[in-house]
């Protein structure tokens, strides 16, 4: 009988929420459908005047992404709540807040990692310069992983609540203002001729700094909800 | 050989809402010892037992693991242990394999696939191993949830009704493996409603009201 290190329990957790969104592919499609979705839709309705498409560009991606990422986040604990499962993550003898970070890693994989490279196809529909389609993934590759992040919190602090769905995001969409304004000034940046580096440098921080704290909170947030 | 008590409960309250369930209560297990937790529906069988996992915190009293507090053991504490609710804790999707190898990580081991079947196949899942669990009854379901006890080294085993929906060659299959834990030192506390003796040793009972 082999013991489990701590990243041995990370990697299976991230592998078995891998395994189980592959089940039921649906999930994730939908988030990615969404944005899609959501993308195009700007180009048809203000119509194909090549200068203000390229110029809204950025904001639209970047909050088109922020709503997709929402769409997952109540069901990143309620399946587990549900099914008892969440019980057994407590009773590891490893630290939840290991458990919590493999399920935002999951969740990322399958939400946020895919927006990130079907942004540029996205983006030349806004006839975006091939700069600043580079930039853009590489904002949405560092800002995605700060929403799963924060959207962990959220979706753990409404756990088991009625209309928790709805709750989640408008608890999460305040906090992520920060990273959709330095996100969408990177590209905007760039557009324009200048560096982007100061803002993917600050989103770089705001991944850091959520990737020190936000496991631990949504660990305490689920022992809350569990009694 | 009576051994000192590992598991005690000291001067325990607990509360639901503003409902005092049970004050006042004091229980100690000692290896090879087996405790059935009686009571009517609504007495707190279930609260006691996820208050002994840490889950709920008692309004008063503690709980002592080897002398010292739970709260003070952290997450090792929980590596003693082996926790089975109400809930089977088992993912539709996966096979009955793939449900036990994962609760077998999330419990701090890595099972392989001969000691997972060889698992399952002494719940009497044979030839069931690879079906999504979606497609198995309630009772091989809990069957599923009830192979994790056969993987690992738990010494305490806290069982929240576990012959739910179980036949009754099952109900023997569990009083035997409870009876195999308990001759090698493992204590087990479990509430049911249904009778479970378990050959040569003496259940004792506590009675909550």
Redesign the interface.
Known sequence: ????SLF??LG?VVR?DL??AM??RADVLTTLIFFVMVVSLFPLGVGPEPELLRKMASGVVWVAALLASMLSLPRMFSADH????L?????????LSV?VLGKIVAHWMLSGLPLALIAPVLGLQFDMPAQALWILVLALLLGTPVLSMIGAVGAALTLGLRGGGVLVSLLVLPLCIPVLIFGAGAVEAVSSGMSAVSNLSLLGAFMLFALVFTPFVAAQALRIS?? | MQQAPLLEVKDLACERGDHRLFSGLNFALAPGELMQVQGANGSGKTTLLRTLCGFVQPVQGSVHWCGQDIGEWDDDFHAEMCYLGHLNAIKDELSALENLQMSAGLAGYTASDQQAVAALRRMGLQRREHLPVRVLSQGQRRRVALARLLIGDAHLWILDEPLTALDVGAVGLMQELIGEHLSKGGMTIFTTHQPLQVAGVQTRLLVLS
């Open positions: 009988m082999n013991r489990l041995g329990l299976l078995r395994l189980l089940r039921r549900a099914d008892g499962t019980e057994q993550m407590m009773l590891a003898p490893q630290s458990l569990m009694e």
